[in-house]
């Protein structure tokens, strides 16, 4: 059996340094290869640089979408830092629709080497991989979660994530990420019209966190600046600033004008999942 792992970086394959904790090359490679079967070839794409996921973008997503399309039919293990991983998560997982892959993304909170979770999430991303499942799956704290909708719901313990169910995924419109610009815009009480106005100018889209079940002020400044940017041909997605739940237009009668302005109901998308549908679409 053959088996691909794309090392993008993150704490799990960090060392001591006298600045602090820092990527190093071959830790990862290293801890894996020891615990794979012998009948088992590893093949290993290695970013260099390794990257901090907080500097993981479409630029990244599209590189891991190129290596594992052109290693057809292999299993494959992500190793990635866990402050973006909901993002990717979402980014392969509907990039890859239809296709068939297995994909496990794996990380830590703490690095291999600490007596801490990096080897247990390792060997379960493993014997997930070698099971060559489709789908693409976070192997984190003992369990396999669907990784369409990862919430990163703390900072610090090793139970970091959780998976909200997502509708069913279609193959996306496109295959990679293009250079559109988009972004994630969270409503608040006194929200100014026209920093949205501003916001959305510099945009070709963004996904709008709005109340509840889906809410947002009757300000009619604040609702005109979101028709604009409908009406502009952006895309405007609106999702619920719960992690639990998603919209239901037309509960509330406060959710009416934001309804009204021609924004796209997310449903029960997570924030990420509703940017990354926008920008395949």
């Not at 299993?75 to 496990?104: K, N, W, Y």
Request: proline share 5%; glycine share 12%; net charge negative.
């Amino acid at each position: 059996m053959k088996l691909l792992l794309i090392h993008t970086g993150g704490t799990i394959g960090m060392a001591e340094t006298g600045a602090g904790l820092a990527p190093k090359a071959g830790l990862v490679e290293q801890a894996l290869g020891e615990r794979l079967p012998t009948d088992v070839a590893l093949f290993s794409h290695v970013f260099d640089p390794l990257l901090d996921s907080a500097d993981v973008g479409p630029g990244h997503w599209n590189r891991m979408l190129e290596v594992i399309r052109s290693h057809e039919g292999l299993p494959v293990i992500i190793t990635h830092g866990t402050d973006t991983m909901s993002f990717t998560g979402a980014a392969l997982s509907q990039a890859l629709a239809g296709e068939g892959r297995c994909v496990v993304l794996c990380g830590s909170m703490k690095p291999l080497g600490h007596g801490a979770d990096a080897e247990g999430n390792l060997q379960l991303a493993i014997d997930a991989a070698l099971s060559n499942e489709p789908g693409v799956a976070l192997a984190f704290a003992g369990k396999m979660m669907p990784a369409a909708g990862l919430i990163k719901r703390d900072s610090e313990a090793e139970d970091a994530f959780r998976s909200v169910p997502q509708d069913h995924l279609e193959p996306s419109a496109r295959p990679v990420f293009d250079d559109r610009r988009f972004a994630i815009l969270t409503l608040s009480p006194g929200i100014s019209a026209e920093f949205l106005r501003l916001a959305l100018s510099c945009l070709d889209g963004a996904v709008l966190r709005v109340f509840g079940s889906g809410t947002a002020m009757s300000d009619p400044v604040v609702l005109k600046a979101l028709e604009e940017a409908v009406r502009a041909g952006k895309r405007v997605r609106a999702v619920s600033q719960c992690e639990r739940g998603g919209l239901e237009p037309g509960t509330y009668a406060a959710g009416a004008g934001l309804w009204a302005t021609g924004i796209e109901n997310g449903g029960r998308q997570t924030p990420e999942a509703a940017l990354i549908s926008i920008w395949l679409a």
